[in-house]
Structure formats: structure tokens, C-alpha cells
């Protein structure tokens, strides 16, 4: 989960650089693709580890999927050159990292 | 005078401007992101034992004429030195790769373009500059280019850091968490930043700079500021990361992580100075590999040898440079992930340092070849202690790193 904390973290930083006008469209284009598909890879690896209880599993897999939804609006908002889209999405992605951040310290507890 | 005193403020110009490769950038950025300021004290230690080594690769060549090389090859023979040399021709084949890899990803960062189409244009103009360019036009080229690198240092000034926590990180600790990995990247610090190529470059320019006994004063600054201002940058970079990065609980698994770290300190400029930086340490540092591997290929099987000759008077050395360039960029072409890449040459690096370190300081003990100038007690312990060190943890650290996911 340190993967997809971080890849957030990144599409959330990349999104706030775009909306300054630090970093050109393409990097933040690119970069929200890459942490896109870097979740996929980790919700595959996560699919696979058998240690994890499956209702656990599923709700990891949920959240991943819905903060890869909002990175692809981003990246939708950002080929638009829509900023208040973007800064839309971009509240959805702190939520949706918070209550992963929350699931994960509750799994921890539980276990 | 003056051409000693020019020689010196190009040295420490060269060491500032050449110290950052990919290698250096990578491992510090991962080292910040990761453990904030725990890993200065590995960049400092790093920084001492590369002072002693290219110092002594300096003055071997001053005093004996010969570069490490070639001495090498004449003091144990053909049979034994087959060894280090095949293995430094790995690890630098690996790390050209790396170091195209770096500038394809300046250029992706740039343009929005993949990295793996920038590979082969990369290659072609480094090749092209090494095939066109005299040794002292190119290196100088590059290392002026490379002062921009400084730029990671001022960031740090203008980000104000906490500098007794900066302070704290000289000493060595442990972290609470992530053990395995915290020594996974000490280990990939001090082979970025002890890099062997780096030796048999230096010796090698010392020879085509036409180096006496006269210049080891001058050798011997260089080496000390030169090495030591340059790992400044290291630390620039590492500090950066760890205020930048740390806090937003960013690490970097790739570059496109890293490319932000200056944003909070010059905004836009901030993305555009970290991939010009990028791509000329990278370009700089191709360079000296590429050069370093056809120095050291020529000199095992006795070729004609100079980067200040043409093409047409040393064939084989510019052939061997050719196959070199081009086979680390087809690494890059074919998709292999330059970051990745760049930590484990690093890594590997350190496991290959004791092969090409051990017969280095025979050599430099040996009264035939240094006479009176031979090492010293400290210079001596201080090799072997670090070397011993990197091995070490490289044996322990990279199979944790691997099988611990």
C-alpha cells in the first residue's frame, strides 16, 4: 500500500504543480498515466496475495479503482485545460487517499 | 604558474560539473524521499575514500607515466587482470546505459516523448562529439554545462532546511523502519559515488594532459576540492528530496517522482532546472564512461590510445567507443527502466568495487611504479576500510532488497 500512498501522493503533487503552472501539460499527463498504471500493477500484486482476508482485499481493490477513475479525470481535465475540473478531481483524490489511509490502519489494527 | 593555477580552477570546475551522474541523482533522491537526512553520513564517507582514490589515480599517473590500466595490466599480468577488467567492463556498460537513460529522461521530461525514442539520437550525439571533439574541448564543455547542477544546492538555501537535523544526518543511525532498504541504498550510494570509471578516466586524462611530478600539488587539490565541492551537489540533491518529497510521502520508484523537487523552490523554472541538470550530468557523465571504456579496452590489448587523435590514428580505441555507446543504448531502446537499471549498476558496482580497489592498491604501494610517492598509512586504511564496507553491504543488502520484494 507504501506503492499506491506514494503514486497518489505523486498524481496529487503533479496536479497541484499544473494548476501553478509549474510543470508542462505533457509531464502531468504522463506522470498521472504512469501512477494510473502503477496501481493496476499493485491491485494485480494485492488480487494474488492469498494472506490478505477477502473482504479486505475487495475494499483495497475498490479504492484503488476509484483513485485510477479520478487520475484519469485529472488527466481528462488537464488535456481540456479545465482547472476548475482538475481542482474538482483533485479534492476527490485527497479524500479518496485519506479513507484508503484509514482502511489501511484499520486492517492493521484488526490484525 | 598560471598554467597550474588554470589547471587547478578547471579541476575543481571539472569536479563540480562532473561530479553528478545518474547514478548520484538517483541514489540521493531515492535516499531523501525515503529516510530524509539519515543518509548524509554515507554521501560524506562516500566522498572521502572517492578523494583518496582519484588523488591516487592522479599521482600514478604523474609519477609513473602510466595509467591504472596499463599499469595494472604490466604489474600482475594479462592473466589476472582479465578479471577486474571484464568486470569493470560490465558494470560500465551497464552504467552508460544508466547514464543515456538519464538523458533520455531529461529529454522525455522536456518534450512529453518517451525515453526509449530518445535513446539512439542520445547515443548518436555523444557519439558524434567523442568522434568530432578533441579530450580537453569535450571535457571542459561538460563540465562548465554541468555547473548548472548547482542549482540543487541553491534550492536548498532557499528552502531554508533544519539544518541541525542536516547536522544530525553526518552521524550514522538506523532507521525505525524499511531496514533492509535503508542499507540497500547506502550500498547504492557509495557505488554511485565510488565509481571505478571514474578512476581509470582520471588516470588516463592525466596522461593526455601530459602530467609530471610537478602536478601532484595540483593533482592533489583537485582531487580534495574538486570531489569534495562536487559531492556538495550530492548532498543538494538529497536534501531537496527530503524536503520536498518526504513530507508529501512521494518516493521515487521512477524519475517522473523526482522531476518536482525543485518546483517549491523556482516553480516553473524548478521542473526545467531539474531536467537540464539531469540530462547535462548524465550527458557528461556518458561521456567519461564511454571515453573510460575504450581508454581501459585499448590499454589491456596494448591499441593505439587518445581522445586528442583522430579517428583515422587510433581506429580500434574509436571503434571500441563506438560498440560501447551503442550497445548501452540499446539497453534503453528495448524498454529496460533506466531508474531501476541505475540503482542496481549502482549496487552491483559496490559487490565488483574490492575486484578493481584490492590490485589498485597494491599498485600504489609498489615502489617501482610510485618510489617515494607510494600511499601512506591513511590513505591506505581509508580504501580498504570503505571497500570493505560497500562489499559487505552490497553481500547482504541486495539479496534483502531483491527477495524482500
Keep these: 500500500m507504501k506503492t499506491v500512498s506514494s503514486w497518489t501522493a505523486t498524481a496529487q503533487m503533479a496536479g497541484e504543480a499544473w494548476t501553478k503552472g509549474f510543470v508542462p501539460d505533457a509531464y502531468a499527463r504522463r506522470t498521472l498515466e504512469t501512477a494510473r498504471e502503477n496501481l493496476r500493477e499493485t491491485a494485480e500484486t494485492l488480487e494474488q496475495v492469498k494472506q490478505i482476508p477477502a473482504n479486505q482485499n475487495l475494499q483495497a481493490q475498490t479504492e484503488i479503482g476509484n483513485l485510477r477513475q479520478t487520475m484519469n479525470q485529472m488527466r481528462a481535465a488537464i488535456e481540456s485545460g479545465n482547472k476548475s475540473a482538475l481542482a474538482q478531481s483533485l479534492n476527490q483524490l485527497i479524500m479518496q487517499k485519506q479513507a484508503l489511509e484509514m482502511s489501511v490502519k484499520s486492517a492493521d489494527t484488526e490484525q | 604558474m598560471m598554467k597550474k593555477i588554470f589547471a587547478i580552477t578547471l579541476g575543481i570546475v571539472t569536479g563540480i560539473g562532473g561530479f553528478l551522474d545518474v547514478g548520484a541523482i538517483a541514489t540521493a533522491a ?265 581508454y581501459i579496452t585499448s590499454q589491456v590489448f596494448g591499441w593505439q590510445w587518445s581522445e586528442n587523435e583522430t579517428p583515422e590514428a587510433d581506429a580500434r580505441f574509436s571503434i571500441a567507443y563506438t560498440i560501447f555507446i551503442f550497445s548501452g543504448a540499446l539497453l534503453i531502446v528495448i524498454g529496460i527502466d533506466p531508474l531501476n537499471l541505475t540503482i542496481f549498476t549502482m549496487a552491483l558496482t559496490a559487490v565488483a568495487l574490492p575486484l578493481i580497489a584490492v590490485p589498485f592498491l597494491i599498485l600504489m604501494n609498489d615502489e617501482h611504479y610510485l618510489g617515494e610517492h607510494r600511499n601512506g598509512f591513511v590513505g591506505n586504511a581509508v580504501v580498504i576500510f570503505v571497500i570493505l564496507l560497500a562489499f559487505v553491504l552490497a553481500i547482504v543488502a541486495i539479496p534483502l532488497e531483491i527477495f524482500g520484494g
Excluded at chain 2, 595490466?73 to 577488467?85: L, W
Excluded at chain 2, 586524462?205 to 602536478?215: L, S, V
Excluded at chain 2, 521515487?252 to 523552490?265: G, I, K, R
Design chain 2, 30 to 294: 531515492q535516499a531523501g524521499a525515503a529516510f530524509g537526512y539519515q543518509l548524509i553520513w554515507v554521501i560524506l564517507l562516500g566522498t572521502i575514500c572517492v578523494i583518496f582514490l582519484v588523488e591516487m589515480s592522479g599521482r600514478l599517473a604523474a609519477v609513473s607515466q602510466h595509467t591504472l590500466a596499463d599499469a595494472m595490466r604490466e604489474r600482475f599480468g594479462i592473466n589476472f587482470y582479465v578479471v577486474p577488467f571484464v568486470a569493470e567492463l560490465i558494470v560500465d556498460t551497464l552504467a552508460l546505459a544508466a547514464e543515456i537513460g538519464g538523458v533520455s529522461i531529461a529529454l522525455q521530461l522536456l518534450t512529453g516523448i518517451g525515453f526509449q525514442w530518445w535513446a539512439l539520437p542520445v547515443a548518436f550525439a555523444l557519439w558524434l562529439m567523442l568522434w568530432k571533439g578533441t579530450f580537453g574541448i569535450i571535457e571542459n564543455a561538460t563540465s562548465i554545462f554541468g555547473l548548472i547542477t548547482l542549482c540543487f544546492v541553491v534550492a536548498v538555501f532557499v528552502m531554508h532546511p533544519p539544518w541541525q537535523e542536516v547536522a544530525a544526518g553526518a552521524l550514522p543511525g538506523l532507521p525505525a523502519r524499511d531496514k533492509a532498504h535503508y542499507w540497500f541504498i547506502a550500498v547504492a550510494i557509495l557505488g554511485a559515488l565510488i565509481s571505478p570509471y571514474l578512476f581509470y578516466f582520471y588516470s588516463s586524462g592525466a596522461i593526455e594532459d601530459k602530467w609530471d611530478k610537478d602536478y601532484l600539488g595540483v593533482n592533489r587539490v583537485i582531487a580534495a576540492l574538486g570531489m569534495g565541492f562536487g559531492s556538495f551537489v550530492s548532498l543538494g540533491v538529497l536534501i531537496a528530496a527530503a524536503l520536498v518529497l518526504l513530507p508529501r510521502g512521494i518516493q521515487v520508484d521512477n524519475y517522473e517522482q523526482a522531476a518536482m523537487m525543485l518546483t517549491d523552490a523556482f516553480g516553473y523554472w524548478g521542473f526545467i532546472l531539474f531536467a537540464v541538470s539531469l540530462g547535462v550530468a548524465c550527458f557528461g557523465a556518458a561521456f567519461e564512461v564511454s571515453l573510460s571504456q575504450a
